[in-house]
């Protein structure tokens, strides 16, 4: 059976801190080796020693390095070999019990047998085969998502500028001149030798929350990761400023590289399904067993021949074993798989399937899950209003009202001056490119600062016009501390504008006037105390606010005014505030409703401010009446019994780092809840582990994450979580009815022929062998396959989660399969033995051979759904099925017709009333289990 639908990477039980383990040993000891102390040379003699410039390399020297060095990519594990993968689909008993089968059929010189098992072998082992090759290819698909290309500097001409080009980050080379523009993923390590205001994001590596400022000065040897701030590290985000760099270390010999290095493969515990699927093969091949020795001992008794009773205990034992589950669930689970990829969750191991579908907690991060991850400006206040901008995310699209009428900013004075001062005093630029066809839209630099470009640009103003027509002079770069920033534009040959933008406090200390109706006035007291009110009210719905202000000046005192503000002596003009957030996704509220709709608990566990967790979480209704809203500190001061008894009721989990993640899912998980996590960092990894089902962002996700996790969403979009919980439930649901159909259809021939035997002394045979391997192989082995796509029902998410240690076949189920196994052999035995008495065996042997075909038939209607009537489920919404009953009962028709087959299997034509008889019999289990579910919907309502 196809157990693994990629290549699996976890990490062992006892190195479950790994990742923590090695990032203390970097920041404690440096592991001083040549290529870990690049931070303590000078830019110089790193130069020197890469044997490159400032200038970079040709493409020659490239060309030579990649031999030396390699690709700039982390290392696969090595591929299992084709016969490997090939040996391990026949590893599940069943199919066992089919190879011993077949080599007997050999032995007796029985070739057609033999033939007919090696070709459901075949087929379980090539569906598996190609399956596994398909989910690796959509890995690959995902890791060449994160950062694909890089600028770096090639080729430079002996004289004259330099021109930067774009390559693939594959193709980075040590010594290679890369260039840091805010907002590009660093794509290898290198050592920094020029900077302007560069920070960058370096969580992923080093769980630091705060981005690092960075310096190109040489540091000291014993430096921990997360001090040398003269390096940029692969994978780690700019978030502002620029530089340039070079390359060090590639591949494998980054920080990241020697972390995934150190995850070593392991597998997880079997899940619930692969259980249940070895312990119902070791059941049903004992059931086998039985069985077929009865079958045997009570034909030697009624005197049949052994070689003849021999083939037949053959051919009912083939019957008494589900040939087709393997393959059925490996199609099952590959349709889930391929179902789940299609609403953009890539499942990375076949069998973690049914996991899924018994996930009771979803422990989610915020940014990029729940919300879009693009901030976007949705309340101004200036001229003493409260104005409102419509449109969420980077699209320049939206409008902007006062009190729900809309208001064109352009004809507004004060609104147009201060998304005009927004726009200029900012980094960030808004660029739009094609993806997959589509218009996208994006901003490169600081996303808050994006969001501000953003809303001007719906009012029309775009930052490069007004760039051209009001350039930068001067500028006092964003500093945490101080919290505000300033630019200078020239307005005329004389005249400067001053521009500011920052925290509200901090800018309304500087400031001594306002703007009001096109008019300045004196700033009170008063009114900077009612600023901070509303500047206060912003603040609590979750918005990141922003003071705009500005001052005219003559350009001959731009540094005086300059050292003004930065001493805080400046005497700014205030225009207004700017309330930003980073708005939930569309889809993310109805997602958190049909969770809790379907029993499943869902949590937001993240880095953000409290304030801005609790209303994002009320927004898409995570937080209930009685909800706790926590944080990382609040989870310091708690034993892990303390965080227990609080968990029930706990929603939100703010401030927190991987190491109160992983303590989240371990309290869940102690309180019996399956959970799933998601995660994007390398520090994520121990609760990505912890978790039953690791979730990793295939975006934002770093690859070591991937490799981690046992699913990777291509969207980053919480839905698409709660998609995968719901096709896992589909998966489940359609695995125990393809069972529930093959053991009670074969159970159904294993009644019939031992009914016979033990009832109709003196009579021939009911079926040859021939005849129940064609129903076998005819009958279940289309029909199974097609119940297996069976798409889902209404209402699979209004159910509890269902228990892990739920069986397939459950008291219900199996009470279903045996009256469905005892009309199938009533019905066979009456036609049988009318047909015996009346038109002589040939013909009877022919009636109950089909009357057991059409019985499958009917009972793979049944078998649809275990509770709605298939009039109600709609008889073609399975076209696949009406196309494999409509095979199977062609099939049935032509052999008992054409002579070859009629030949090979002993059967005789029916006439036309003999097929009607059958229909009417056949269907009566279709009748009857409609009846069922008719009353048992009854009793429920």
């Not at 001090?227 to 700019?238: E, H, K, L, P, V």
């Amino acid at each position: 059976m196809c157990t693994v639908a990629i290549k699996n990477h976890y990490i062992n039980k006892t190195m479950r801190h790994l990742i923590y383990l090695t990032a203390h040993v970097f920041r404690e000891t440096g592991a001083l080796t040549q290529e870990n102390i690049w931070h303590a040379l000078s830019a110089e003699e790193v130069f020197k020693q890469l044997n490159t410039t400032e200038r970079g390399l040709t493409t020659a020297e490239v060309e030579k390095r990649l031999q030396i060095y390699g690709a700039n990519e982390l290392e696969e594990e090595k591929k299992t070999l084709t016969w490997a993968i090939l040996a391990s689909q026949l590893k599940s008993p069943l199919v066992g019990v089919l190879v011993a089968a077949a080599l007997i059929s050999l032995f007796v010189g029985k070739y057609i047998d033999m033939t007919v098992i090696a070709v459901v072998i075949a087929l379980n082992t090539i569906i598996g085969f190609f399956q596994e090759y398909k989910a690796e290819a959509a890995l690959e698909a995902l890791k060449t998502m994160a950062a694909p290309e890089a600028e770096v500097i090639r080729d430079c001409p002996e004289t004259g500028g330099c021109v930067e080009m774009r390559v693939k980050t594959r193709e980075i080379v040590p010594g290679d001149v890369i260039d840091l523009d805010a907002g590009d993923k660093v794509p290898a390590d290198a050592r920094i030798f020029e900077v302007a205001n560069l920070e960058i994001d370096e969580s992923m590596l080093t769980g630091e929350s705060t981005p690092v400022k960075k310096a190109v000065d040489a540091l000291k040897k014993d430096l921990p990761v997360a001090d040398r701030t003269n390096m940029a590290f692969s994978g780690t985000i700019i978030t502002r400023g620029r530089g340039k760099a070079v390359v060090v270390s590639t591949g494998m010999k980054t920080e990241i590289g020697k972390i995934a290095k150190l995850i070593k493969e392991t597998e997880k515990a079997a899940t619930p399904i692969q259980k249940q699927t070895v312990d119902l093969s070791k059941k049903l091949g004992l059931f086998a067993l039985l069985t077929s020795g009865l079958i045997l001992v009570i034909s030697l008794l009624r005197g049949f021949e052994f070689l003849e009773a021999f083939l037949f205990v053959l051919a009912a034992a083939v019957s008494a074993i589900p040939e087709g589950l393997p393959v059925v669930i490996t199609i099952t689970l590959a349709i889930g798989v391929h179902r789940m990829a299609k609403r953009n969750a890539i499942i990375r191991k076949l069998q973690a399937v049914d996991t899924l579908g018994s996930a009771t907690a979803i422990c989610t991060d915020k940014t990029g899950t729940l919300t879009t991850n693009q901030m976007t400006t949705q309340q101004i206040f200036v001229n003493n209003k409260m104005v409102t901008v419509t449109g969420a995310g980077y699209a320049p699209e939206g409008h902007f009202e006062v009190d729900g009428k809309p208001v064109e900013a352009a004809k507004d004075d004060s609104l147009s001056f201060l998304l005009q001062i927004a726009a200029l005093c900012n980094d960030a630029r808004l660029r739009r490119h094609k993806l997959d066809g589509k218009q996208q839209w994006e901003i490169y630099g600081d996303p808050t600062e994006g969001a501000l470009v953003v809303a001007a640009a719906k009012a029309g103003f775009q930052k490069d016009t007004l760039e051209d027509k009001y350039p930068r002079v001067d500028e006092i770069p964003f500093d945490p501390k101080e919290r505000y920033m300033v630019t200078f534009h020239k307005i005329s040959m004389e005249k400067l504008h001053v521009y500011v933008k920052g925290a509200p406090e901090t800018i309304l200390e500087r400031c001594s006037d306002i703007l009001e109706d096109g008019k300045t006035k004196r700033l009170t007291p008063q009114n900077k105390e009612a600023l901070l009110k509303v500047s206060t009210q912003m603040a609590s719905e979750a918005l990141r606010v922003l003071a705009i202000a500005y001052e005219p000046i003559d350009a001959k005192e731009l540094y005086a005014v300059k050292s003004n503000i930065q001493r805080g002596r400046a005497k700014l003009i205030f225009i207004g505030l700017a309330g930003m957030i980073d708005p939930p996704r569309p889809e993310a509220k109805p997602a958190v409703q049909l969770c809790k709709k379907a029993g499943i608990k869902v949590i937001m566990a993240t880095g953000d401010h409290k304030l801005t967790a609790e209303a994002i979480a009320k927004e898409i209704g995570i937080i209930d009446a009685g909800s706790k809203v926590l944080t990382g500190a609040d989870l310091d001061g708690m034993s892990d019994d303390e965080l227990d008894a609080v968990i029930s009721d706990a929603a939100v989990f703010a401030r927190v780092s991987p190491t109160h993640k992983y303590r989240v899912v371990e309290s869940l998980r102690r309180n019996g809840h399956i959970v799933a996590m998601t995660g994007d960092g390398v520090n994520d990894a121990p609760a990505l582990k912890a978790a039953e089902i690791g979730v990793a962002m295939g975006i934002a996700g770093t690859d070591v994450t991937k490799e981690t996790a046992d699913m990777v969403l291509t969207d980053d979009n919480f839905a698409s979580i709660v998609n995968a919980v719901e096709e896992g439930r589909v998966v489940f649901e359609n695995i125990r009815k393809v069972v529930k159909y093959l053991i009670s259809t074969n159970m159904g021939e294993i009644i019939t022929i031992l009914a016979a035997l033990i009832l109709l002394p003196g009579v021939p045979l009911i079926f040859t062998p021939v005849q129940i391997l064609w129903v076998n192989l005819v009958t279940d082995g289309l029909l199974d396959k097609f119940i297996a796509m069976e798409p889902k029902e209404k209402g699979v998410m209004d159910q509890p989660p269902r228990k892990p240690k739920e069986r397939i076949i459950n008291r219900d189920t199996m009470l279903n399969i045996i009256y469905v196994s005892v009309f199938m052999a009533i019905g066979t035995l009456w036609l049988f033995t009318s047909g015996y008495s009346n038109v002589g065996i040939q013909r009877a042997q022919t009636l109950a051979f089909t009357t057991i075909a059409l019985f499958q038939v009917f009972n793979a209607l049944n078998c649809r759904s275990r509770t709605t009537s298939v009039f109600k489920i709609g008889l073609t919404t399975n076209k696949y099925l009406l196309v494999g009953i409509a095979t199977s009962v062609s099939l049935q028709v032509l052999a008992t017709v054409l002579p070859p087959l009629q030949t090979a299997l002993g059967t005789t034509p029916l006439s036309v009333w003999d097929w009607l008889l059958i229909v009417l019999v056949s269907s009566s289990v279709f009748i009857v289990d409609e009846i069922r579910k008719f009353i048992r919907g009854k009793m429920k309502n």
